[in-house]
């Protein structure tokens, strides 16, 4: 069976095993079912801006075209840095129209598990989609704040704590601590300026995500299309956004969005 299209990040839902869908063009392939099997990836040479769809030689920001990357709302820098967003103050960054729908929305502050215990901050239409991507073993909710600029504020108080990064290769080896996220979560509030209490969640709902994984590397290693242009192998796991494969050689689909690839098996 063959597959050609321009990747996209890979689609998800939470099940017992987290369900998997990789874009490629108009098409939606189902990856849990290939898992075991060996595939073959073979980069065509050529990138498509996920933004505007012009043919672009480089990809920024997992997928923009150098001027969209420059002018887009959708890689303007309170993406990454949510204290940064200021459509509640009605000031627009690159289009407000776009920045008001996105950051004047219920935002949830988060503690998940991945390589450790981090901090995040996601759109509440995001979860658990955003704890997938990012290979949380489990979450939970800290805060719901009414914008995407409280919820930024909160976490830049918690970063001096906790970490807001993720060790890609500690995730992908399922290495991670035995924490009680219940009582991670009590003893964050302490660290928070008592003025954002009110927006602390109050459910001790934790979040369980299991990956399809048959079993973890010892060692990884990222392979990317522009050093490895085709690659072959036995796929043993999905989790986050990375294809694990036999031997511990990793590839992060989201890294290659916009890149036109053929999926053969």
């Given amino acids: 069976m063959k597959h050609s299209g321009t ?9 017992d095993e987290v369900q998997y869908h990789l874009p490629m063009g108009e098409e939606l392939v189902y990856l849990n079912e290939l898992i075991g099997q060996t595939i073959k990836l073979t980069y065509e040479n050529a990138i498509y801006c996920i933004k505007c769809g012009r043919k672009t030689v480089k990809s920024f920001n997992q997928g923009f075209c150098y001027p969209c990357f420059r002018d887009a709302p959708e890689a303007a820098d309170w993406i990454i840095n949510p204290e940064k967003s200021q459509a509640h103050l009605g000031i627009a960054d690159r289009d407000l129209e776009y920045e008001q729908a996105v950051q004047l929305q219920p935002h949830i502050v988060y503690l998940s598990l ?12 995001q979860v658990p989609t955003r704890w997938i991507d990012q290979g949380a073993s489990q979450a ?3 805060a719901e704040t009414p914008n995407r600029y409280l919820a930024g504020i909160i976490e830049v108080g ?7 990064k993720t060790n890609w290769q500690q995730m992908l080896k399922n290495i991670q601590p035995n924490l009680d996220l219940i009582a991670e979560r009590e003893k964050v509030k302490l660290w928070v300026d008592e003025a954002y209490h009110q927006y602390f969640d109050i459910e001790n709902n934790i979040i369980h ?8 590397p010892v ?19 999905i989790k986050g956004q990375y294809l694990i494969f036999e031997n511990g050689i990793v590839l992060n689909i989201r890294k290659y969005s916009g890149y036109l690839v053929q999926l053969e098996y």
């Fill in 209 to 216: 995500i299991n990956y399809p994984v048959l079993n973890y």
């Fill in 140 to 142: 939970i909710k800290l």
């Fill in 7 to 15: 990747l996209l990040k890979m689609k998800t839902q939470l099940q």
């Fill in 219 to 237: 060692k990884v290693t990222s392979i990317g299309f522009e050093k490895v242009p085709e690659y072959e192998g036995k796929l043993v796991g």
């Fill in 114 to 125: 991945t390589s450790g215990i981090k901090v995040g901050v996601t759109r509440h239409t």
């Fill in 158 to 164: 918690l970063k001096n704590h906790i970490a807001d």
